[in-house]
């Protein structure tokens, strides 16, 4: 999955004092003139059978819908709003998938959504977390609704295909072009992955009846009825995934076959989980915050205290190496800032920044980028306006951010759900509930456990993989003579930011495979070379280092520098979250949102490909199984 994502073109029609769009793509509306929302109602949502199917979701219990054509999110917005007029007062979860490959710009999704002023206070929300236009899935969370969503980005063909399958869609919009406008859309290798997303009691509605559509769903063995479509329309599809033994047309849902077969315990599907967090740095913080969030208890243990260790600097920058944008949706660290961007926009740790990214080597490559991406994420700044002016060209990275690691940490904390606990991890005893112990007392059995404790990790999990160290160190000094502007920072092999009034930071020393953490004058003096390399003037302005403070951690890195997640034993309800290395606070929030969706049977933000870079069992050497061998 790949390429750059190109807008919808559209043309519009004013119809009845509506502005409706029209695809100059595919010479169609986006919705239907006679009154959109209305066919969706009547469509979708009751061709699903959703207002009761909401309405008997019991605590904690975990709806998926998916929809083939994102378009101008009116349907998304008609489920939302009928989640918010049915859903019981508990803990269940909507979650919803929808493909775009011509999203429409945020203008022309706000003009459209116009339409619908019952619908304006959840567009507004949906508008305030559009994502770009960026090949790749983009969750978009509202956590107080209890709602979330999937935004891929991209071709049907590619993206179906690619979507990690770690729970069955309930509910299939089928919606998108007409068939005769766009075919591809209803291509056996698109309906082929939707019915493998999908399971016995899936059902599936669509305005259309196209024979193509009828015919692949049959295929399938999914049964099909034709009732009444909306307004002019003679009839409109509606379809279940039945068992063999109920395969018939059918006009209701069995009650029992509507949700996903899992293999958790039918009755903790529907109960707050026990957690237990091992490691209170970011990815231990991270994934607290992800299941504190669904309502779940969390108790969060540190051997010492909440970033204690390479997670404890005064500021972490949020600063990418762009992939090439054919690449950006397979490319962890394109897809995880942002994520990260839109995570941390919830705390007030969080403050925007733009990043001058230094071409020390091939500048071309670097600078190209700035004509790859859509507008408002990357430009080439004019030399002769910086504050900090080097002799190597820059790129500017429009859209990054600092964190506050301290502040951030005393916002999760006190989240009602997460429950600090300072204790000595000695072992854990892998029970069907996992059990934790201090020493020889036990502190409690747990529903699941995540190991978050970087290099420490492999000696609470056997056969974990290595885990390297690399120390680093970060300095800071006075510089209250000679600020930067606050909002800037610059990456040149290490970085500079000013991180409040008085004080500059700058980072950061790499020194594989030791594992010291003592402050030394060596760390400071490489970090001084460093900005002396790019901006000699302004270096030699700043303060003697034997001003300067520092500190000095190590971060935990494995052997090709991606994060590791997921369980070692597929018969044990214990995970690890280790190796994020520097990148911690911006690779942090996707790792414990796919590694939420694992634990939980929730959809997963990322693609099977990632998802496998990530496994940490990917260096397991696969056993090949010996044929036979047979002597003439």
């Keep these: 999955m790949s390429h750059a994502i190109q807008t919808a073109d559209l043309d519009w029609q004013l119809v009845d004092g509506i502005d409706v769009p029209v695809s100059k793509q595919f010479g169609d509306v986006y919705f239907s003139k006679d009154n959109g929302l209305l066919e969706t109602r009547h469509v979708f949502l009751n061709g699903n059978d959703l207002g009761t199917r909401l309405t008997d979701l019991k605590p904690f219990e975990y709806f998926c819908v998916g929809e083939t054509g994102f378009g101008t999110g009116l349907n998304i917005l008609a489920l939302w709003q009928l989640w918010q007029q049915v859903r019981p007062d508990n803990r269940s979860h909507l979650h919803a998938i929808s493909v775009e490959k011509f999203p429409l710009s945020k203008d022309d999704l706000i003009r459209a959504l116009n339409a619908w002023p019952e619908l304006k206070p959840l567009a507004d929300q949906l508008i305030s977390q559009y994502p770009l236009p ?19 980005l991209g071709d049907a063909h590619d993206v179906f295909p690619v979507i990690e399958k770690t729970v069955s869609v309930h509910a299939w919009f089928l919606d998108g072009f007409a068939p005769s406008c766009n ?5 056996e290798n698109v309906l ?25 769903l049959r295929n399938h063995g999914i ?13 409109m599809l509606k379809a279940i995934w039945n068992p063999p033994e109920f395969a018939q047309p059918v006009t209701a849902i069995p009650e029992h076959h509507t949700q996903k077969k899992t293999s958790l315990n039918k009755e903790l599907k529907c109960q707050a989980r026990q957690i237990a967090v091992i490691g209170a740095g970011i990815a231990g913080l991270s994934i607290a915050w992800a299941f504190a969030l669904r309502g779940h208890q969390v108790s969060l243990f540190d051997q010492t205290a909440p970033l204690s260790g390479g997670s404890g600097n005064p500021l972490a920058l949020l600063n990418p190496k762009l992939s090439p944008i054919a690449q950006s949706a397979e490319h962890l660290m394109t897809q995880a800032w942002q994520h990260a961007l839109n995570h941390y926009a919830q705390f007030k740790a969080f403050r925007a920044i733009q990043v001058q990214q230094l071409a020390l080597k091939n500048p071309e490559n670097l600078l190209a980028l700035a004509d790859e991406y859509p507008d408002g994420i990357l430009e080439v700044p ?13 790129l500017s990275l429009l859209q990054a951010g600092a964190v506050s690691p301290h502040q951030l940490r005393d916002e999760i904390l006190q989240h009602s759900n997460i429950r600090y606990i300072q204790a000595q991890i000695s072992r854990i005893e892998p029970h069907s509930c996992p ?13 699941h456990i995540i190991v978050c404790t970087a290099l420490n990790t492999p000696q609470l999990l056997e056969e974990h993989p290595e885990l390297k160290p690399i120390r680093g160190q970060v300095s800071w000094l006075k510089n209250s003579d000679q600020p930067l502007n606050p909002n800037i920072a610059y990456s040149y092999g290490g ?29 400071h003096i490489h970090n001084l070379e460093l900005i002396h390399s790019v901006f000699p003037e302004y270096a030699q302005s700043l303060a003697d280092v034997s001003e300067w403070q520092g500190r000095a951690s190590v971060r935990a890195q494995s052997k090709d520098y991606f994060p590791l997640l997921g369980k070692l034993k597929s018969d044990q309800e214990i995970y690890s979250l280790a190796g994020l290395g520097s990148k911690g606070f911006l690779f942090a929030p996707l790792c414990s949102e796919i590694l939420a969706a694992q634990i939980l049977g929730e959809a997963c933000p990322a693609s099977t490909n990632l ?11 696969k056993i090949k199984t010996k044929k036979p061998y047979f002597k003439p």
């Design 183 to 187: 075919p591809d859309m209803w291509e």
């Design 223 to 235: 049964s099909i009825s034709r009732p009444r479509g909306f307004g002019h329309k003679r009839e």
């Design 611 to 621: 998802v496998k870079k990530l496994d940490v069992k990917r260096f397991e050497k």
């Design 435 to 447: 059990e934790l112990f201090d020493g020889d007392s036990s502190l409690g059995q747990f529903d």
């Design 192 to 216: 082929n992955n939707i019915v493998r997303l999908s399971d016995y009691g899936t059902t599936f509605a669509s305005f259309s009846v196209a024979g193509i559509l009828k015919r692949g």
């Design 382 to 394: 004019d030399q002769n306006q910086q504050s900090l002016t080097a002799k190597y060209p820059a």
């Design 134 to 152: 960026i090949a790749g899935c983009h969750r978009l969370s509202f956590p107080e609704e209890r709602f979330s969503l999937d935004l891929w």
């Design 495 to 523: 970085y500079c930011i000013q991180f409040d009034e008085q004080h500059l930071l700058l980072g950061a020393s790499f020194c594989l495979n030791r594992d010291d953490t003592e402050v030394l004058e060596e760390d």
